[in-house]
């Protein structure tokens, strides 16, 4: 149980286009959900707070208007890199909160942006 | 700030040995501490967590140790095995806000067979 799917694993993309990630909880209802970044060999950096119906809390430094996370549903977490930069590239890491403290990761998304 | 350290950065063992990879916390009210193991290209998979109101837990090869008093918990593999190099990570949290992470710098953990 408390499995996260993460789609798509990897993306390769132009610079100046968005590019949509989708985290997914498949047998539990998350309200919460969290999205990281991690650069190699580096710990992983929270981004922001997924909560199912309200807006998103971003962690300081976080631009909201070009990481923008949508939590339509108790399942379904996007993030949309919008107008991606070659430094926007990374490994993007979704959790899913099982109970208030245990959170169960997905399996990442590699962006690179040419 | 909350922070959390984690020591060593690297670590290389001779298969069957032990290892231990440690932690200090800053934040006094943190009370839940997970491990995580990541292998290359994947994310991070629990291993096994421990609750402020418990000073040790064990889950065969795998435990965890606890000393609130000095802010401190422990990663203890034991009979190390080829499979279990990866890259380790300790995080902790409190029952306030979102529950959110603090997570240790990680360890890079190598078996050598």
């Known amino acids: 149980g408390a499995v996260v799917s993460q789609h798509p694993s990897r993306v390769i993309c132009k610079s100046g286009t968005s590019v949509k990630i989708e985290c997914r909880s498949l047998?539990?209802?998350?309200?919460?959900m969290f999205w990281y970044r991690q650069f190699p060999k580096q710990s992983l950096m929270l981004m922001a707070t997924?909560?199912?119906?309200?807006?998103?809390?971003?962690e300081q430094g976080v631009e909201k208007d070009k990481f923008l996370i949508n939590h339509a549903s108790l399942t379904l977490s996007t993030l949309t890199v919008a107008s991606a930069h070659p430094e926007d590239s990374s490994f993007y890491i979704c959790?899913?909160?099982?109970?208030?403290?245990?959170?169960?990761f997905g399996p990442g998304t590699r962006l690179t942006v040419t | 700030g909350e922070n959390v350290e984690q020591h060593p950065s690297t670590l290389s063992v001779q298969e069957g040995d032990s290892a231990v990879i440690k932690c200090t916390y800053s934040?006094?009210?943190?009370?839940?501490f997970p491990w995580y193991k990541q292998e290359l290209g994947k994310g991070p998979q629990l291993i096994i967590d421990?609750?402020?109101?418990?000073g040790e837990k064990k889950d065969q090869r795998i435990a965890v140790t606890l000393n609130k008093t000095a802010k401190h918990f422990s990663l203890h593999i034991t009979e190390t095995q080829p499979e279990d190099s990866a890259v380790y990570f300790c995080?902790?949290?409190?029952?306030?806000?979102?529950?959110?992470?603090?997570f240790g710098t990680g360890t890079r953990l190598k078996v050598l067979a």
């Open positions: 421990i609750r402020s109101n418990v």
């Open positions: 995080a902790a949290s409190k029952s306030a806000g979102t529950y959110k992470y603090i």
């Open positions: 047998d539990f209802q998350a309200t919460t």
């Open positions: 959790s899913a909160r099982l109970t208030p403290h245990e959170q169960y």
């Open positions: 934040d006094s009210a943190s009370n839940y």
């Open positions: 997924s909560n199912e119906g309200s807006k998103a809390t971003y």
